[in-house]
């Protein structure tokens, strides 16, 4: 009798994951690679032909991919960096400008940057050896809340920022809800501290702009439970795996219930609420 095949189930919290993403983790292929590959009658379970990438397990033991064994993923590794302005968040950059690649601590692994911050914009930068991790990350609908000290020239209210909780449109663009509060006026110039959980292009820079202030400088302070705290200019840290590990079981089910979540009837519903993830972003608080 020939073995039966896998069949598809859905994916849960703790319950294991999908094979194509288990299968990008361990380095197989892209995610697109290996769901091509598993079309293509290429990969197996125990001698059983696995039929979709949609099918769940909980480890790749007995995983084959043309007939060769498939070595388990190394387990996900995240690093805090404290990214110095005048640094590029790419690889290359083909004006010959410097990136962070250039300047990151010999003796890391493959890394890849969790969002990007601008060249002239400075702090926290979480990098990972995991692409699907980095893309969860950055799912707007996960609601992961990354904080920013901002300097600007110009004044404003803390009535001002507060509407911003609201969300704002600039030029045809929507931003969530924006937690904004004025920390402190030094001569012409003011220090604002900003949370958000979708991380727009140069969001930060528009929104303050839009106010009519000028940045002069800007600090990314946290993301997610990960903060800079007093980590070094250029220096590189790694986070604890108990701490990563705890915080994957909350993402997972951010995640999950983001997939699940039953979408407003007529496609209507509250736009700051959905821009935030479902409730995830951040909280409004008084100064």
Excluded: C
């Excluded at 009798?1 to 849960?12: D, F």
């Excluded at 300047?103 to 890394?111: A, D, E, H, N």
């Excluded at 402190?184 to 604002?192: D, L």
């Amino acid at each position: 009798m020939p073995p039966s095949r896998p069949k598809p189930t859905s994916e849960k919290p703790g319950e294991g994951q999908r094979i194509a993403k288990l299968l990008a983790r361990a380095g197989v292929a892209s995610r697109r690679e290996v769901e091509r590959l598993i079309e293509a009658g290429r990969v197996s379970l125990n001698g059983a032909v696995i039929e979709t990438p949609a099918t769940i397990l909980k480890s790749l033991a007995g995983v084959t991919v043309d007939g060769q064994p498939v070595a388990a993923a190394e387990p996900t590794r995240l690093f805090r960096y404290h990214k110095p302005t005048g640094l590029l968040t790419a690889e290359r950059d083909p004006k010959g400008r410097p990136t962070i690649y250039d300047r990151l601590p010999k003796g890391l692994p493959r890394v890849v940057p969790v969002g990007r911050l601008d060249l002239n914009t400075e702090g926290l930068l979480l990098l990972t050896t995991d692409g699907g991790l980095k893309r969860e990350l950055e799912l707007p609908a996960t609601g992961v809340p990354r904080s920013y000290r901002a300097r600007a020239y110009g004044a404003v209210t803390q009535a001002q920022l507060e509407e911003l909780i609201h969300g704002i449109e600039i030029d045809g663009v929507r931003y969530g809800s924006i937690d904004a509060n004025l920390e402190r006026r030094t001569g012409a110039n003011v220090w604002i501290e900003m949370t958000l959980a979708e991380g727009k292009n140069r969001e930060v820079r528009r929104v303050l702009e839009h106010l009519g202030l000028k940045v002069s400088r800007l600090i990314r302070t946290s993301y997610g439970p990960f903060h800079l705290g007093d980590l070094p200019i250029g220096a590189v840290e790694e986070v604890r795996q108990v701490d990563l590990e705890t915080f994957q079981k909350e993402l997972s089910r951010q995640v999950h219930k983001a997939k699940t979540k039953i979408p407003p009837r007529n496609g209507e519903g509250d736009r700051a609420t959905q821009s935030r993830g479902g409730g995830g972003g951040p909280k409004r608080r008084r100064p």
